[in-house]
């Protein structure tokens, strides 16, 4: 019953922004953290943003900070990730994820997380 619906993905040229949306529902997730993770071919999915439900602590990986920024508006239920300076090896099928029980403070690995939607393709170019 619980759906991630993710949007927003499409191509981009490098240098350029783009920003996606996570759209929950089937459920609140409040007291949740949030992800994002995405997959290029070849690839494990990667981690590459999370947020906490408390004091709005957010954490990235360091290849990936100073161009990425996670939020969430938690009275819509939706989560976002705006990209910034966007590089070809950013191009990846994108997912938005969530924990199967409450947990306050970013989770930063995928085997912390139970929900997942079914992902949204960006494409940089070069």
């Known amino acids: 019953q619980v759906q991630l619906v993710e949007s927003g993905g499409g191509l981009v040229q490098a240098g350029g922004s783009l920003t996606l949306s996570c759209a929950a529902s089937g459920r609140t997730f409040e007291n949740y953290a949030m992800g994002w993770f995405r997959q290029a071919p070849g690839k494990e999915r990667e981690w590459v943003a999370g947020?906490?439900?408390?004091?709005?602590?957010?954490h990235y990986p360091e290849s990936i900070e100073g161009r990425f920024v996670i939020s969430r508006d938690n009275a819509k239920n939706t989560l976002y990730l705006q990209m910034n300076r966007l590089k070809p090896e950013d191009t990846a099928v994108y997912y938005c994820a969530a924990p199967e029980t409450p947990f306050s403070a970013v989770l930063t690995h995928r085997n912390e997380y139970k929900y997942w939607g079914q992902g949204t393709q960006v494409t940089v170019s070069s």
């Open positions: 947020i906490a439900w408390v004091g709005g602590n957010t």
